[in-house]
């Protein structure tokens, strides 16, 4: 319940990320996952419904959208976003 409660004035921001390796070549040898791109967009609804989070606090990186795949470089300017103006509290 603290947790709750603590820090909701404070600015909120969360990255979530899903990979689910889907189109790699094969030599690559990376098995194909299921339901990691679901799992990112289940959990921003939690967020948005439950926690109050706004959808322009949240940002999804995921490999099934290409203009937010994830990449080093995306990957590196969503934590970047994330930290970016934090405050003690956040």
């Given at each position: ?37 679901n ?20 940002r ?31």
């Amino acid at each position: 319940q603290d947790f709750l409660r603590m820090g909701m004035s404070a600015r909120r921001r969360a990255v979530l990320i899903g990979l689910n390796y889907h189109g790699l070549p094969p030599a690559w040898k990376i098995p194909e996952l299921f339901g990691c791109i679901n799992d990112v967009f289940n959990m921003a609804a939690l967020l948005q419904e439950c926690y109050g989070f706004d959808q322009s606090e949240i940002r999804a990186v995921v490999d099934s959208d290409p203009s937010m795949k994830p990449t080093r470089a995306t990957v590196l300017q969503s934590i970047e976003w994330l930290c970016d103006g934090a405050q003690p509290g956040d």
